[in-house]
C-alpha cells in the first residue's frame, strides 16, 4: 500500500513537471511566431541604402528610413533627458521619506501615471503643448514620452535604493559627510545598476509607442534634426506606411518593423543583464 501511494504521487509529480514544461512552451510560442514572421517579412528588405536613404514619393521604388532612425532617436533621447533626472530624484525621495504624506500621495500618483493608456497621454500633450504653441514638433512628442517614463524611473529607483542596507548610509554620515553628499556619493552609486536597468525599461517602454506620437510629433518626410518642427519616428512610419496602398511603403513598414523590434529586443536583453549584475552585487 505505502509503495503504491509513493508510486502515484511521484506519478503526479512528473504529471504537474510535464504540464508545467508545456505550458512554459506555449507561452513562448506566440513570441517566436512573431519573431519569424516579422523576421520572414523584414529581413530580405534591410540594407545599407534602405538605412541611409529617406523614404521616395509616391510612384518611385526604392528609399530607406534615415529620417525615422535619426527622429527615433532624438526623441527618445530628449525623452530621457527630461525623465532620468526628475525621476531618479522622486526615487531618492520616495526612498528617503517613506512614511510622509507627500511621499504617499507621490507614490500614489506614480502607480496611477503607469496606468494610464498612452494615447491619453498624447491627447494631453497635445493640449498642452501642441496646440498653445500651433504646431507639432518633436519636443512636444519627447514631453509625451518623458511621462511615460518617469514611472517606471521613479518605481525602479525607489525599490532599488530600499534594497540597500541602512548601514551604508549611517556609515558615511559617521564620517561627517553631508546628507546630499551621502545620497549621490554612496547611495546612488551602489544601487546604479539597479537604477540603470529600470532606465533601460523605461526606454525599451517608449520605443514602440506611436499613439503619443501621432498627437505631437506627427512625422516627417524629410530628414532633420530641429526638434521645433514635426519629425518621423519608426513606429509612426510603420503605422503610416502600413496602412498605405503602396506596396513599396509595405516593404518599408516591414523592413522598419524588424528594426524596431531588433532594437527594442537589445534594450530587453541589456536590461536582463544589468539586472542580474545588480542581484549579484547585493
Given at each position: 500500500m505505502h ?10 509529480s ?17 513570441l517566436l ?6 523576421i ?5 528588405k534591410?540594407n545599407?541604402h534602405?538605412?541611409?536613404?529617406v523614404?521616395k514619393?509616391?510612384g ?10 535619426l527622429?527615433?532617436?532624438l526623441?527618445?533621447?530628449?525623452a ?20 510622509s504624506?507627500l ?5 500614489l500618483?506614480?502607480?496611477i501615471?503607469?496606468?494610464?493608456p ?12 501642441v ?14 514620452l518623458?511621462i ?12 532599488t535604493?530600499?534594497?540597500l ?8 554620515l ?5 546628507f ?9 552609486p ?18 514602440g ?10 512625422g ?5 534634426t ?6 518621423q ?13 503602396y506596396?513599396?511603403?509595405h516593404?518599408l ?9 531588433l532594437?527594442?529586443l537589445?534594450l ?15
Open positions: 509503495a503504491s501511494n509513493v508510486k502515484y504521487r511521484l506519478g503526479k512528473y504529471g504537474f513537471q510535464i504540464l508545467t514544461y508545456v505550458l512554459a512552451f506555449a507561452c513562448v510560442i506566440p511566431a512573431i519573431l519569424f514572421f516579422i520572414k517579412a523584414g529581413i530580405t534591410i545599407w534602405f538605412l541611409v536613404n523614404p514619393p509616391v518611385e521604388t526604392g528609399g530607406g528610413i534615415a529620417n525615422a532612425l527622429g527615433s532617436i526623441i527618445i533621447i530628449v530621457a533627458i527630461i525623465a532620468i533626472p526628475i525621476g531618479i530624484l522622486a526615487g531618492i525621495y520616495l526612498s528617503e521619506n517613506r512614511k504624506k511621499a504617499y500621495w507621490c507614490r500618483s506614480t502607480d501615471l503607469q496606468g494610464v498612452s494615447i491619453v497621454i498624447g491627447i494631453v500633450a497635445y493640449f498642452w503643448l496646440k498653445p504653441l500651433g504646431k507639432f514638433s518633436a519636443l512636444s512628442g519627447s514631453v509625451a518623458a511615460m517614463m518617469l514611472p517606471i524611473v521613479v518605481r525602479s529607483t525607489e525599490e535604493l530600499k534594497l542596507p541602512d548601514s551604508l548610509k549611517e556609515a558615511a559617521a564620517l561627517g559627510m553631508p546630499h553628499r551621502v545620497i549621490f556619493k554612496v547611495i546612488v551602489v544601487g546604479i545598476s539597479g537604477i540603470l536597468s529600470g532606465v533601460m525599461l523605461s526606454i525599451a517602454r517608449i520605443t509607442e506611436t499613439a503619443p506620437l501621432l498627437f505631437t510629433a506627427f516627417n518626410p524629410y530628414l532633420t530641429n526638434m521645433t518642427q514635426p519629425m519616428s519608426l513606429p509612426l512610419l510603420i503605422f503610416n506606411y502600413a496602412t498605405s496602398p506596396n513599396d511603403w516593404d513598414a516591414w523592413g522598419a518593423s524588424l528594426i524596431l523590434l532594437w527594442v537589445f530587453n536583453i541589456f536590461t536582463k543583464l544589468i539586472t542580474r549584475k545588480w542581484k549579484v552585487q547585493l
